[in-house]
């Protein structure tokens, strides 16, 4: 029977620092009679992504920033359990942008389909998804990194660096080190195949990079800034390049926090920090899907996840990844089942 209303987490108060519990509401809205082209998708599984802690901010981004007492979103996969689309059948499974909720109705062009048989579905919000192809962007085309180099990776546990630094030694870099905050962490990370992984809360990141690579690095991809960031361009030898992804280690913060101090050795070491962002690199999607597809078939790209149960749980998952408390991709299981 096609459902009459829906839940869905709402922002309900813009976060100060860390969000809390009472910054999300969990409501439940009518859901509209389709129109012509337009389908209605039961979500199976939601993803919670650091970048979404920057739209819960009202200033002005690369992407429109969430509204108050309205339902959040975010990559989702569902399955069509109606449709008034002739490109889309009841029964498909698809990707999506409208997390945040148990059913979304939109227009068929904003659903994209996947095959439930090539791959777990959680795979297409993590290796196979977004989270992928930010890897797979940002370390070979944005930092252009080649064969021989040496690279260093933050956050190297979480959805994005744990694939930063496989994609590397599948690449041909020389060496890999990877930052993480803990020591399971850390050894979950070398378990990856990394050659080299400390944890950041334990000594200055400075000094334990220029323990793993007393030679330098040639390739840094940033996803936490700060010490990082700044332990880094300190590293980094002539020439060296740095895929600027994300900082979580601001993102909760009041106070805008202080720039790297030694920012001015990329003068002289000719470095380049370039800021990306993955949807500029749609032109990649069919090499990625190639390359990653065939390491998957191959035994030889590793992917974790952290599973966190029901829709009214989404917020603590979200607060949750903020705070490390994840191993891979965080997702949020709506439905157990499919119709």
Same mark, same amino acid.
């Given at each position: 029977?096609?459902?009459?209303?829906?839940?869905?987490?709402?922002?309900?108060?813009?976060?100060?620092?860390?969000?809390?519990?009472?910054?999300?509401?969990?409501?439940?809205?009518?859901?509209?009679d389709?129109?012509?082209? !337009?389908?209605?998708?039961?979500?199976?599984?939601?993803?919670?992504?650091?970048?979404?802690?920057?739209?819960?901010?009202?200033?002005?981004?690369?992407?429109?920033?969430? !509204?108050?007492?309205?339902?959040?979103?975010?990559?989702a996969?569902?399955?069509? $359990?109606?449709?008034?689309?002739?490109s889309?059948?009841?029964?498909?499974?698809?990707?999506?942008?409208?997390?945040?909720?148990?059913?979304?109705?939109?227009?068929?062009?904003?659903?994209?389909?996947?095959?439930?048989?090539?791959?777990?579905?959680?795979?297409?919000?993590?290796?196979?998804?977004?989270?992928?192809?930010?890897?797979?962007?940002?370390?070979?085309?944005?930092?252009?990194?080649?064969?021989?180099?040496?690279?260093?990776?933050?956050?190297?546990?979480?959805?994005?660096?744990?694939l930063?630094?496989?994609?590397?030694?599948?690449k041909?870099?020389?060496?890999?080190?990877?930052?993480?905050?803990?020591?399971?962490?850390?050894?979950?990370?070398?378990?990856?195949?990394?050659?080299?992984?400390?944890?950041?809360?334990q000594?200055?990141?400075?000094? !334990?990079?220029?323990?793993a690579?007393?030679d330098?690095?040639?390739?840094?991809?940033?996803?936490?800034?700060?010490?990082?960031?700044?332990?880094?361009?300190?590293?980094l030898?002539?020439?060296?390049r740095?895929?600027l992804?994300?900082?979580?280690?601001?993102?909760?913060?009041?106070?805008?926090?202080?720039?790297?101090?030694?920012?001015?050795?990329? $003068?002289?070491?000719?470095?380049?920090?370039?800021?990306? $962002?993955?949807?500029?690199?749609?032109?990649?999607?069919g090499?990625?899907?190639e390359?990653?597809?065939?390491?998957?078939?191959?035994?030889?790209?590793?992917?974790? !996840?952290?599973?966190?149960?029901?829709l009214?749980?989404?917020?603590?998952?979200?607060?949750?990844?903020?705070?490390?408390?994840?191993?891979?991709?965080? $997702?949020?299981?709506?439905?157990?089942?499919?119709l």
């Amino acid at each position: 029977m096609t459902p009459r209303s829906s839940r869905e987490v709402q922002l309900a108060s813009r976060p100060q620092g860390l969000p809390t519990p009472q910054d999300f509401a969990l409501v439940e809205r009518p859901l509209p009679d389709l129109d012509d082209g !337009q389908v209605l998708v039961r979500n199976l599984l939601m993803s919670v992504d650091p970048y979404m802690r920057g739209r819960m901010n009202d200033v002005p981004s690369y992407v429109p920033p969430f !509204q108050l007492d309205q339902a959040l979103e975010g990559g989702a996969v569902g399955e069509v $359990i109606e449709s008034r689309s002739d490109s889309m059948s009841i029964g498909d499974i698809v990707l999506h942008g409208l997390g945040w909720r148990d059913f979304a109705v939109g227009a068929a062009g904003g659903f994209r389909r996947v095959d439930p048989a090539a791959a777990p579905l959680s795979a297409y919000l993590g290796v196979l998804g977004m989270p992928g192809l930010t890897a797979y962007a940002g370390l070979l085309e944005v930092a252009a990194m080649k064969e021989g180099d040496v690279v260093f990776v933050s956050g190297a546990a979480g959805a994005v660096g744990s694939l930063v630094g496989q994609i590397a030694k599948l690449k041909g870099a020389s060496r890999v080190i990877g930052s993480a905050g803990s020591a399971a962490k850390v050894e979950h990370v070398l378990g990856l195949g990394f050659d080299a992984a400390f944890d950041y809360k334990q000594e200055p990141v400075r000094r !334990q990079l220029r323990d793993a690579a007393p030679d330098g690095i040639d390739v840094y991809f940033d996803n936490v800034g700060g010490d990082h960031l700044e332990a880094a361009i300190g590293s980094l030898r002539l020439h060296g390049r740095v895929a600027l992804c994300g900082a979580i280690s601001a993102y909760n913060e009041t106070q805008a926090p202080p720039g790297p101090r030694n920012l001015a050795l990329a $003068i002289g070491r000719r470095l380049t920090l370039r800021g990306f $962002i993955v949807n500029d690199h749609n032109h990649l999607r069919g090499v990625f899907t190639e390359d990653v597809g065939g390491w998957l078939r191959e035994g030889r790209l590793r992917w974790e !996840q952290t599973t966190v149960q029901g829709l009214e749980n989404a917020p603590a998952a979200f607060i949750g990844l903020l705070q490390g408390e994840n191993t891979g991709k965080m $997702i949020v299981e709506l439905a157990g089942e499919r119709l």
